[in-house]
């Protein structure tokens, strides 16, 4: 289905009958063909759709978690009045949003590790991390590419083992680029110490809130192409695309916002690889226990390096 003005009238009946009341538009994606889009989804599991069956299962089996414990909020987009997050990347035509997620969940990380939010004058020295290089340099040498995607844990192992360049020296084009390493570049690394998965909802907020963005894998739905703002959730009857991975920025439990008719509350926000032009400025708000986003999520602890460009 193309993402055209006859889609996008469905989708917005859709999100009318179901009660819901996140805005769908016009957007970056406008004009996308069915075909482009399944490259959106690029986030494979090894149990392939039967494992994002059990994610979206296990999230609404989580949802009483979100009540157990006092709520808060976080968004590291302002976080004590400091933005740590760099802009929104965009994929383009590939399934490269592993790459993307786990890029800016780290680079997050490592921006909070050394307190180098996008307002301090040496923020500069901190280039944010390459999802060309993950992808065009180590993930197609593994058998993965743009028409395939890519899993998270793997992308983790190479944060861990290998360390990534920053984005300067490997600026992004989408389409199963040539890998351009530089001797140069190749000593400029972030590496991490290790990473863990967190499977409780306590256990997701808790990283969220002492060590900063984390990553998540969420079924990709057709009508999620059109989200302009608001709070997601998928309407009746979408077409499930495949996964999706993001990085997860922040959440709020008293976020407040309609569906299927009732007054809900509680949301995870998240950036997305879709450029700025999409979306909030390139971020989304998705109801707590929704398409599988908060059974499970990826995070990060501790660094082995972090590559700071010279002062001048």
Known sequence: ??????????????????????????????????????LLAGSIHPDGKAELDRR???AQ????????????????????????????RDQGK???CVAFGTAAAVSARARIAKQLPLDNPEAHRFSPLSPAQMFYCIAERTGF????????????KVMQFQGVVPESCFPYTSGDQPCKESADCRSKITKVKSFHSASTIAGMKEQLLSGGPIITSMSLYGDFQTYVSGVYVP???????????????????HKAYRANGRPQVGAWLCKNSWSEQWGEKGYFWIGYGHC????????????????LAPTT
Not at 235 to 253: E, Q, S, W, Y
Not at 292 to 307: C, H, L
């Open 1 to 38: 289905m193309d993402f055209n003005e006859q889609t996008l009238s469905r989708v917005q009946a859709g999100i009318r009958e179901a009660g819901h009341d996140w805005k769908a538009g016009h957007n970056s994606l406008f004009g996308t063909t069915a075909d482009d889009a399944q």
């Open 56 to 58: 979206e299962v296990k």
């Open 61 to 88: 089996m989580n949802l009483p978690q979100h009540n157990s414990q006092a709520p808060t909020a976080i968004d590291w987009r302002n976080h004590q009045g400091h933005n740590f997050l760099d802009a929104p």
């Open 94 to 96: 590939c399934r490269s």
């Open 145 to 156: 590419n743009c028409k395939k995607g890519w899993m998270i844990d793997d992308a983790l």
């Open 235 to 253: 309407t009746r009857g979408a077409k499930r695309l495949g996964g999706h991975c993001v990085a997860v920025v922040g959440f709020d439990d």
């Open 292 to 307: 599988g986003v908060d059974s499970e999520m990826w995070y990060t602890e501790g660094f082995a390096e972090i590559y």
